[in-house]
């Protein structure tokens, strides 16, 4: 087995620093936000986020058992040590890499305040001072997600007017690009099982999409996301049907594992499709890249393997020419660090928030101002990733008894 271990011998002594400790934390906020602290005998410790999910925290805190006593800075070594030193169970996907995507992101929190420059300059300079946010909307009270469960609204979530007034109030806000789910209460019906979507689903969505469109104009620029919901068929009549509308994209209108048939659909329509928020590491998005399956690629950072595995995702786009728009449903912690990642990268699109029903997502952070102004988060040029934590206000949302364990 590969030894990606400490093997080196020189490093100055400004630079001879050993990690001793890691800790984690589950937020309740709209999801549950994963976050991870790394203590160093520097005494300067590093700040970073995995993706929601039960466990994911208890997997990092196994991970410490074999990172205590390396160099924090080794930020890209310690990735691959992580993934093999779990490789036997699950480590090439899935949560455990979800796992060290939050530590990875830490470290490069702790490697740009250890080197005083700000994370994005690590990750290669930057290509913009600002990155542009579009903002996921919910129609009226259309659904709740309780551990990853989807309770649906009343019926009157779904019409058309509720979408509008919703993108009006978007737009008004600063926004301008926003994206509505477009999968509905009425997609399980008659049949729950079968993902078609008869000749009335696509006419009502289409309405959906038309008073969207007509409601924002050219002042902000729309997509819809489908959740995976659909048979090849049904996405492909969807995507002919919303073509006249000019979408931002149609986000994932096909279970994920099937790349074959994200092509096909791809092929068939005009309407931009994008997709990768569920797929880990470069090697998944491969073939989705080079094979054409998609115009837009969305893979998350605190999923996939953290900044520098998405930015070799990024890296692969740019080669065919696809925008990198990376899903993002996390804390401030987790978003500032997409917005370093989204700095650093030429073929950069949009980042995705998540959170505008949570009026206390900004005081989670030590700062005077918002982190969103006229839709766009302003590029830090403080060292890491520029976020301070605020403990009092993440030990109010803390779950459990204390906030770090």
Known sequence: MRDYSNQTTRRADARDVTITDIETAVIEGNFDWNLVRIHTDAGVTGLGESYRGGTVTDIMAYMADFLVGENPLDVERLFRRMVQETSGHGGTTGKVVTAASGIEIALWDLAGKLLD???????GGKYRDDVR???????????????????????????????AETAAAAVEMGFDAIKFDLDTPTDNDPDPFNGRLSAADVAAKRDIVERVHETVGDDAEVAFDCHWDYSIDSAKRLARALEPYDLLWLEDVLPPENVDAQREVARSTSTPLATGENRFRVHEFSDLLYDFAVDVVTPDPTTCGGLAESRAIANRAEENYITFSPHNVCSPVGTMACVHLGASVANFGYLEYHALEVDWWDDLLVRDDPLIQDGRIAVPETPGLGVELDEDVAAEHAKGDSLWT
């Open 117 to 123: 420059v700000p994370t994005y300059q690590l990750l």
């Open 133 to 163: 946010i579009y903002c996921d909307l919910h129609a009226g009270e259309a659904y709740a997600v309780d551990t990853g469960y989807t309770e649906y609204g009343e019926a009157e979530s779904y019409q058309p007017d509720a979408y």
